[in-house]
């Protein structure tokens, strides 16, 4: 078995930090990298995209809201075809960043209100999966299981792949519970790591609401902001490998 272990990275904004991005690297295969407008400056996407390129780590975009203030996790009303160009312009940002590191992007991800919105309207999602698909074909999405993005990108022929969220709680459609509502984001190290011992396991996750859902996944995702990141990833690492399972980047695992 392999399975790719990512995390979201390149948080911060200036000089605050968030999250221990070197130490995350050292556990996990790829990255996704704030583009600037829920967290990142140039800067930052930079330094980021270089260390990922010191560690063998893919390059990956996660683009949202321009939301600095609310993290990208508020939503925003506005034209798709508006946000469709949103999604360009981080792409571009963050391409030509590594493009000038000699790096290259490989995937990409949509991030906070961005993707729940994205994920439940395929009026939305259609013209930001076209987006990435004028931007650069080869990119792969990486995107959770049963989402209107994933049907607008096997309708514009875009490769996905698909990402277990193993600290967010699931409904019994396997979607994404609200963060409003309590047990949302899984805090627990046990917990979490039960979660993705069971996915390996016989490939099923627990819904919010005890249900069992079977579930596919080429990408297990851990937040780098979650307090305790660091060690919950290792934890992870260390039960994909203990399983007879190895980590490998994303790009390895998609066929172009």
Same mark, same amino acid.
Request: net charge positive; proline share 0%.
């Given at each position: 078995m392999q399975i790719d272990l990512n995390a979201d990275l390149g948080e911060g904004f200036g000089p605050y930090r968030m999250g221990e991005d070197e130490a995350m690297m050292d556990i996990v295969s790829s990255a996704n990298i704030a583009c600037g407008y829920h967290a990142g400056d140039p800067v930052i996407m930079d +330094?980021?995209?270089?260390?990922?390129?010191? +560690?063998?780590?893919d390059v990956g975009a996660h683009v949202g809201f321009p939301d600095l203030l609310g993290f990208g996790r508020r939503p925003i009303q506005a034209d798709p075809l508006e946000l469709a160009k949103y999604?360009?312009?981080?792409?571009?940002a963050l391409a030509g960043i590594a493009k000038a590191a000699h790096a290259r992007l490989t995937h990409m991800s949509f991030h906070g209100a961005l993707g729940n919105m994205a994920a439940a309207s395929y009026e939305l999602a259609e013209p930001?999966?076209?987006?990435?698909?004028?931007?650069?074909?080869?990119?792969?999405?990486?995107?959770s299981t049963n989402t209107q993005i994933e049907r607008a990108a096997d309708k514009l022929g875009m490769r996905v792949a698909n990402t277990f969220l193993a600290d967010r709680a699931y409904d019994d459609a396997g979607n994404l519970v609200s963060r409003k509502?309590?047990?949302?984001?899984? +805090?627990?190290?046990?917990?979490?790591?039960?979660?993705?011992?069971q996915l390996l396991e016989d490939g099923t996750v627990t819904t919010h609401s005890g249900k069992r859902l079977k579930m596919t996944a080429q990408s297990i995702l851990l937040h780098g902001d979650t307090p305790g990141a660091v060690e919950l990833a290792r934890t992870v690492r260390s039960a994909i490998e203990t399983a007879g399972g190895r980590v490998v980047p994303l790009s390895r695992l998609i066929a172009p």
């Open positions: +330094k980021t995209v270089r260390l990922a390129l010191r +560690k063998g780590i999604v360009l312009y981080q792409m571009g930001l999966v076209r987006a990435v698909a004028d931007f650069d074909r080869d990119v792969v999405i990486s995107v509502l309590d047990g949302a984001v899984i +805090k627990d190290r046990t917990a979490v790591l039960a979660r993705v011992q």
